[in-house]
Structures are given as structure tokens and as C-alpha cells.
């Protein structure tokens, strides 16, 4: 079965297979979202551990409903270390929300469903 990609999916992908674990590739992506006026979610979280995969469809659903206002970046804080420590990862998952001029307004860790995002996204002025 194939499946279509969205642009935050494949630059999720690029960032990962370029090795933007790097701070600058995810300064990168942070910098044209406040350009753009957007919110940022990051999703900081390793592939395989349970709770981060669950995590994946309510992170496509924000993308999706969202779409233009918020910007959705995943972590994975094995092989980004750098990353994790920068946003200050203690557990996964672990999920940050910046506002349109990057400043963090509202942390989270553990599963964070769907319905418990938007308040927080109105929080942030979405």
C-alpha cells in the first residue's frame, strides 16, 4: 500500500537523513517557521518507544487540521542527542510548543492526545 508523503512529513525525513540531529538544521526549520508566523510543536521522542509512536497519527492530524499555522518537527532523542539536551528532554515523549517568535509556552510529557493539543494550541493563538 502506498501512502502519500506531506511536505512536513518529508522535511521531517530530510532532517533526519541529513543529519540535521544537528542544532542547526533544527534552528533551520525553526527560524522559517517564525518567519512564516507559526507555531511549532516538537515532538521529541525515539522511534520505537510506545507511547512516541502512538504519538505519530495525532502529530499527522495536527499537520493536516492545521495545516499553514503550525509547524510539527520530530526528535528522535537517540540520535539526535544534541537536540534533546538543547530542549531540555528528560523523558520521552516529551512535547514543546513554541510561539510565532519561538519562545516555549507550554510543555508536555507523555501521550498528549489530540483533544488535549487544541487548548493548548489556542493558548498559543492558533
Same mark, same amino acid.
Given at each position: 500500500?502506498m501512502?502519500?508523503?506531506? $511536505?512536513?512529513?518529508i522535511? =521531517? /525525513? %530530510?532532517l533526519?537523513?541529513?543529519?540535521?540531529?544537528? *542544532?542547526a538544521g533544527?534552528?533551520?526549520?525553526?527560524n522559517?517557521?517564525k518567519?512564516?508566523?507559526k507555531?511549532?510543536?516538537l515532538?521529541?521522542?525515539?522511534?520505537?518507544c510506545?507511547?512516541?509512536?502512538?504519538?505519530?497519527?495525532?502529530?499527522?492530524?495536527?499537520r493536516?487540521?492545521?495545516? $499553514?499555522k503550525?509547524?510539527? =518537527? /520530530? %526528535?528522535d532523542v537517540?540520535k539526535?542527542?544534541?537536540n *534533546?539536551?538543547?530542549?531540555?528532554a528528560t523523558?520521552?515523549?516529551?512535547?514543546?510548543?513554541?510561539?510565532k517568535t519561538?519562545?516555549e509556552?507550554h510543555?508536555?510529557?507523555?501521550y498528549?492526545?489530540?483533544?488535549e493539543?487544541e487548548?493548548?494550541?489556542?493558548?498559543?493563538g492558533?
Amino acid at each position: 500500500m502506498m501512502k502519500i508523503i506531506t $511536505g512536513a512529513a518529508i522535511s =521531517i /525525513f %530530510v532532517l533526519m537523513l541529513c543529519g540535521h540531529g544537528s *542544532a542547526a538544521g533544527i534552528d533551520d526549520v525553526l527560524n522559517n517557521a517564525k518567519k512564516d508566523g507559526k507555531i511549532v510543536m516538537l515532538e521529541l521522542g525515539s522511534i520505537g518507544c510506545i507511547p512516541c509512536e502512538q504519538m505519530k497519527p495525532v502529530m499527522e492530524k495536527l499537520r493536516t487540521n492545521y495545516k $499553514g499555522k503550525i509547524e510539527v =518537527i /520530530f %526528535v528522535d532523542v537517540r540520535k539526535e542527542r544534541e537536540n *534533546a539536551r538543547k530542549f531540555g528532554a528528560t523523558m520521552i515523549p516529551t512535547q514543546v510548543f513554541l510561539d510565532k517568535t519561538g519562545k516555549e509556552f507550554h510543555r508536555h510529557i507523555g501521550y498528549f492526545a489530540y483533544e488535549e493539543i487544541e487548548p493548548v494550541l489556542k493558548k498559543g493563538g492558533i
